[in-house]
């Protein structure tokens, strides 16, 4: 039976250097890339502030579709929803049958309190969740080198730039492969439009219509 996961992308919009992707592809033979619009993002504060405003908006916005484009070029694309992610998320699972759903591990409040909220709905479906920490090292010099998985006991140190190369290179190569075979399996979205602009306009910020 192929291995379904499902990638949540939170703040980590990027297909380069991205371990929570990483992982899901080095454990799985398809991948469902997922970004939920949570609706706690655009509320409003209790000092009267919106917590997304428009520029942030406007941020957010081109960053999810640079990630479409850049998915897209491998055959795929990014499915946005929109709503509560404990909702949304399993919903998903159970449409594609996701075995897994993966996502960068959160270390603030109330991020932290949606990750659980999601654990907690995928638990009831069977779909097992994993969430990816990673950690600043730094050089000898106290300067900051790069992130690298906690689990990684050796991280490659920020003077290996031609062996980091090399694995940047390598990694690229490994998710062209599994993007491109899971497109032609037919279970990657390369068929969905991008809503973001309207799906932004109904949370107020009509300027992005």
């Given at each position: 039976?192929?291995?379904?996961?499902?990638?949540?992308?939170?703040?980590?919009?990027?297909?380069?250097?991205?371990?929570?992707?990483?992982?899901?592809?080095?454990?799985?033979?398809?991948?469902?890339?997922?970004?939920?619009?949570?609706?706690?993002?655009?509320?409003?504060?209790?000092?009267?502030?919106?917590?997304?405003?428009?520029?942030?908006?406007?941020?957010?916005?081109?960053?999810?579709?640079?990630?479409?484009?850049?998915?897209?070029?491998?055959?795929?694309?990014?499915?946005?929803?929109?709503?509560?992610?404990?909702?949304?998320?399993?919903?998903?699972?159970?449409?594609?049958?996701?075995?897994?759903v993966y996502a960068k591990r959160e270390v603030a409040f109330e991020e932290i309190q949606t990750e659980k909220a999601v654990q907690n709905e995928l638990f009831k479906l069977g779909c097992e969740f994993e969430s990816i920490s990673l950690v600043a090292r730094h050089d000898d010099r106290g300067g900051s080198c790069q992130l690298h998985h906690f689990g990684v006991a050796n991280p490659i140190g920020c003077r290996n730039d031609d062996l980091i190369s090399n694995i940047e290179s390598g990694r690229q190569s490994v998710i062209k492969h599994l993007f491109s075979t899971a497109a032609n399996n037919g279970l990657l979205p390369s068929h969905f439009k991008s809503v973001l602009p309207l799906e932004l306009c109904s949370y107020g910020l009509t300027k992005f219509a």
């Open positions: 039976m192929k291995i379904t996961a499902l990638v949540w992308f939170k703040t980590d919009l990027r297909i380069q250097d991205n371990e929570t992707l990483i992982a899901a592809i080095s454990k799985s033979d398809q991948i469902l890339p997922v970004y939920c619009l949570d609706e706690a993002h655009f509320a409003t504060t209790s000092y009267g502030f919106q917590k997304t405003g428009s520029f942030r908006a406007q941020f957010l916005l081109e960053s999810l579709q640079d990630l479409d484009a850049q998915l897209r070029d491998l055959g795929s694309g990014l499915l946005v929803v929109k709503g509560n992610p404990a909702v949304e998320l399993p919903k998903l699972a159970q449409a594609y049958q996701v075995q897994k």
